[in-house]
């Protein structure tokens, strides 16, 4: 066992002090979670099933259609106020529902023991193929919007936070998944790096296109999906890879890996060969366990070779099946709880991606450009300034990391040549700095005191 990991497992060892209830202690029952609308969200109803389980039916404009949220509170969340819990967003695989890790995987039995608020989405419609984690190319589809990284991002997270007394930060959140939902868990992490602190894929699929091998098999599988289980037309969703290429590079989480430095990355998958777990042959569970394990395999080398540290458990017999996931469940859970107890962030802020307009770790950048997609990035940001690369006209909000009301030297040097000036900080302590990429390439923007 790696001495990180050992600190992650005793981490998650000293968050258990104090959350331990005394053997034969008075009980009385508590009293039920309230869950309200907001962010967007419109609460249909609310099942209990015990002192922790909870089925929310929820309705989005994004989505179009219903979905539940399973929801599992710590023991003795109702007594515990007015404490504060992380939260793990747990997905579950193609052709899955939100009851699946409870039902299948056993998550109430393994996060019992811990401090933890566990959140479980469904990421389809009524067990269909699922949304493979996107905005949908193709809006007008029978399954309605489909914008599913907004709803996740946008009002999936922040209605969690109204409803339940979470940790509302990226050192409070971690994100996991199975199959589909490991792809999901890791793209989610890709492309929104400041909201969590901590991801695991579970015989997910975290290389979509990188690899020509990865990106045939990809291909194949989220199109059968889509037609076969989802039944909409081909290239709903990430649209059509020749047409479309950038769109599936910009959700490739292998081609943004940089995004990730600073998290912890967990990785565990099978070859697809039978294991303990497994009482006789199964050629589908072993076909599609070989696929993942190739994308696994892929993302993990790529991590290698540009210096991004991972956990990476390749237990090689093991198909695509339930047990494997519970017991993934099982090793991952106290190492996420060491990883809220000692949650670590890149030294300098790097981010790419092929979005016009975002905002990552305090920045936001507005790119004005001819090209509704392309990919950009800011590299080496810092305090002093940073490196930004792509086309057009960028506006950049800083973090607020300076002194309000006063005024600092900023330098651009870019394609079009040199240009200081005196820029003044707004009483929120950030700067709105304007980079010039016309023709393409970078700028190095340099900020220093008056």
Do not use: C, K
């Amino acid at each position: 066992m790696g001495s990180w990991r050992r600190l992650r497992i005793a981490g998650a060892l000293a968050a258990l002090v104090g959350a331990v209830v005394p053997i034969g202690a008075a009980r009385a029952t508590p009293a039920p979670v309230r869950f309200v609308d907001g962010a967007g969200l419109h609460v249909l109803g609310v099942t209990r099933f015990d002192d922790r389980d909870y089925n929310v039916r929820v309705l989005s404009a994004d989505l179009g259609r219903p979905v539940n949220v399973r929801i599992l509170v710590p023991n003795g969340y109702a007594g515990q106020a007015p404490r504060r819990y992380p939260v793990l967003y747990l997905f579950h695989g193609t052709a899955g529902f939100a009851s699946d890790w409870v039902e299948h995987g056993g998550a109430e039995q393994t996060t019992a023991p811990y401090p933890l608020i566990t959140v479980m989405p469904d990421v389809g419609f009524n067990g269909d193929g699922g949304f493979w984690f996107t905005n949908w190319v193709d809006r007008a589809t029978t399954h309605g919007p489909s914008q599913f990284e907004d709803y996740l991002v946008n009002q999936l997270v922040p209605w969690t936070d109204l409803n339940l007394r979470t940790i509302a930060a990226r050192d409070g959140r971690a994100v996991a998944g199975l199959s589909q939902g490991g792809y999901g868990s890791t793209e989610m992490a890709a492309r929104h790096p400041d909201m969590f602190v901590s991801m695991a894929s579970f015989s997910g699929a975290p290389e979509i296109e990188r690899d020509p091998e990865v990106f045939a098999g990809a291909i194949g599988v989220i199109e059968a999906i889509e037609v076969g289980e989802d039944q909409v037309p081909p290239f709903s969703e990430l649209g059509n890879p020749a047409l479309d290429l950038i769109n599936w590079q910009g959700h490739d989480p292998a081609t943004l890996l940089e995004n990730l430095r600073g998290m912890s990355i967990d990785l565990w998958t099978g070859t697809g060969a039978d294991g303990p777990y497994d009482s006789g042959p199964n050629p589908g569970a072993s076909g599609i366990e070989a696929l993942v394990y190739q994308s696994t395999e892929h993302f993990h080398q790529h991590l290698v070779a540009q210096g991004i540290p991972d956990y990476y458990d390749n237990y090689v017999y093991g198909t695509h099946s339930f047990p494997y996931w519970a017991r993934d469940l099982r090793q991952y859970v106290p190492m996420m709880m060491g990883d809220f107890a000692h949650p670590r962030r890149p030294a300098v802020i790097s981010y790419t991606t092929i979005d016009a307009r975002w905002s990552q770790w305090g920045y936001t950048v507005t790119l004005r450009r001819s090209a509704a997609q392309e990919f950009s990035s800011l590299t080496g940001g810092t305090p002093s300034g940073f490196v930004l690369s792509g086309s057009g006209h960028a506006t950049v909000v800083t973090p607020p990391a300076y002194r309000p009301g006063t005024n600092v030297v900023v330098s651009v040097a870019g394609p079009a040549g040199v240009t200081s000036g005196v820029v003044p900080v707004d009483q929120s302590g950030r700067l709105t700095v304007g980079v010039d990429l016309a023709g393409g390439g970078q700028a190095r923007v340099s900020i220093r005191p008056e």
